[in-house]
């Protein structure tokens, strides 16, 4: 597959390459082609067209060529797959890139340029601000999954994208390029936004309008399916709000429920909490702890692959003073509390002939015994994995 890394710098450069990526699109391919041309033509743009075809079987790849665009034939399916293809074999300093179902107006990119010509390294259209024609959007994309995760992209990633899925949007190519963009599906319009904020390129949007395509199918857009997609990326690329704010909170709900718990009884209102609530307030500390341990090696090896995620000082402070011995010290000394613990109690129970316990008194204090054991063998464990990093970096 050809990458976006993978330009060819021996083309003499134009100033602009729009991008099509198309599927079976015969219906509206021409009319989108010609809107492209007549911009073109009108602003003395120095430019051409590119429809990165994914497949077609409706004869969309001569419609392109009988309408003076060049089609570069994709093999690798998908969305992403398409545009990366496209990309890759575009000539001009500038690309903006939108889907060939007319539902984007291509002989109005006027605003594109003028931020692209200032320095803006990747422009969006926001549909919400230029404007959404009644049918254009179906209500669950328009009220729900846009706002939602463009929402989530915008508190994960500090991004001034308000409308991180518009299909219309502009770029400087060589800047893009240096992205690595991989992702062949529809979440490939999240990782350009994330990856473009994480390495502070200027971005910023321009109002643009969205009206109903023109084609007689469906779209290729599975709504649930490309929506979880989009998430997931949103999730694995911040592992801060995927593992450590949910493991920081539950480690102590859980850790400090269970400390109380081993002091006796607790009772709020109405409601009482024993030993079964400390057993799985225990539990909660673990799943919790693991969490945490989770984002740390996940943002060391992220940072170790050269991906680019959110860090902070105090995140660099804390990886320049972990190792695997300085790990494998405080987890041997968790697991030594616990053990210390669990080997009192049972001289205790010698000292009583090995005899009958007060059950309550006996679980209450074994289960912060056993959680620290649990905590000093994970925290050992993920030493041990931070290990293996450092090994696999010394290889190479």
């Known amino acids: 597959m050809k990458t976006l890394d993978s330009v060819d710098?021996?083309?003499?450069?134009?100033?602009?390459?729009?991008?099509?990526?198309?599927?079976?699109?015969?219906?509206?391919?021409?009319?989108?082609?010609?809107?492209?041309?007549?911009?073109?033509?009108?602003?003395?743009?120095?430019?051409?067209?590119i429809i990165a075809d994914n497949g077609s079987t409706d004869g969309s790849q001569q419609i392109a060529r009988d309408h003076g665009a060049r089609v570069v034939d994709v093999p690798d399916k998908g969305y992403g797959a398409a545009l990366i293809g496209g990309?890759?074999?575009?000539?001009?300093?500038?690309?903006?890139?939108?889907?060939?179902?007319?539902?984007?107006?291509?002989?109005?990119?006027?605003?594109?340029?003028?931020?692209?010509?200032?320095?803006?390294?990747?422009?969006?259209?926001?549909?919400?601000?230029?404007?959404i024609e009644p049918g254009a959007m179906p209500p669950l994309h328009k009220y729900l999954g846009n706002p939602v995760l463009s929402t989530i992209g915008r508190l994960f990633f500090r991004s001034p994208i308000r409308d991180f899925h518009c299909g219309?949007?502009?770029?400087?190519?060589?800047?893009?390029a240096g992205l690595h963009l991989q992702t062949t599906g529809m979440e490939f319009a999240s990782e350009m936004v994330v990856k473009a904020s994480l390495e502070g390129r200027r971005v910023s949007e321009?109002?643009?309008?969205?009206?109903?395509?023109?084609?007689?199918?469906p779209p290729h857009l599975r709504s649930w399916r490309d929506g979880w997609r989009h998430l997931r990326f949103l999730l694995?690329?911040?592992?801060?709000?995927?593992?450590?704010?949910?493991?920081?909170?539950?480690?102590?709900?859980?850790?400090?429920?269970?400390?109380?718990?081993?002091?006796?009884?607790?009772v709020i209102g109405d409601v009482g909490f024993d030993l079964s609530s400390q057993v799985y307030l225990a539990a909660l500390t673990s799943v919790g702890y693991q969490g945490v341990l989770f984002a740390i090696l996940t943002k060391i090896y992220a940072q170790h692959e050269g991906f680019r995620i959110p860090r902070s000082r105090n995140f660099d402070r804390l990886e320049r003073r972990i190792s695997l011995e300085s790990s494998a010290l405080a987890g041997l000394a968790l697991f030594a509390?616990?053990?210390?613990?669990?080997?009192?109690?049972?001289?205790?129970?010698?000292?009583?002939?090995?005899g009958?316990?007060?059950?309550?008194?006996?679980?209450?204090?074994?289960?912060?015994?056993?959680?620290?054991?649990?905590?000093?063998?994970?925290?050992?464990?993920?030493g041990m994995f931070l290990g293996v990093l450092s090994v696999g970096l010394k290889r190479r």
Do not use: H
């Open 9 to 49: 710098e021996t083309v003499a450069a134009l100033e602009l390459s729009i991008v099509m990526p198309c599927l079976n699109e015969a219906e509206t391919l021409a009319v989108c082609i010609d809107k492209a041309q007549s911009y073109l033509e009108q602003s003395n743009v120095a430019g051409e067209i």
């Open 87 to 131: 990309i890759a074999a575009a000539r001009g300093s500038y690309v903006i890139m939108g889907d060939a179902d007319d539902s984007y107006d291509f002989s109005d990119l006027d605003p594109f340029m003028e931020r692209l010509r200032d320095g803006d390294e990747l422009v969006m259209g926001n549909r919400f601000l230029g404007g």
């Open 168 to 176: 219309l949007r502009g770029f400087n190519r060589q800047s893009i």
């Open 206 to 217: 321009v109002p643009t309008t969205l009206k109903k395509d023109g084609r007689s199918r």
């Open 236 to 266: 694995i690329f911040s592992p801060r709000w995927l593992f450590l704010f949910p493991g920081t909170v539950a480690f102590l709900v859980g850790i400090l429920g269970t400390l109380f718990l081993s002091l006796g009884p607790l």
């Open 337 to 354: 509390i616990g053990l210390v613990v669990a080997i009192v109690q049972f001289c205790l129970w010698a000292s009583a002939g090995f």
């Open 356 to 382: 009958a316990l007060d059950a309550g008194v006996t679980v209450r204090t074994a289960i912060p015994a056993a959680l620290l054991m649990i905590l000093g063998a994970q925290t050992v464990m993920a």
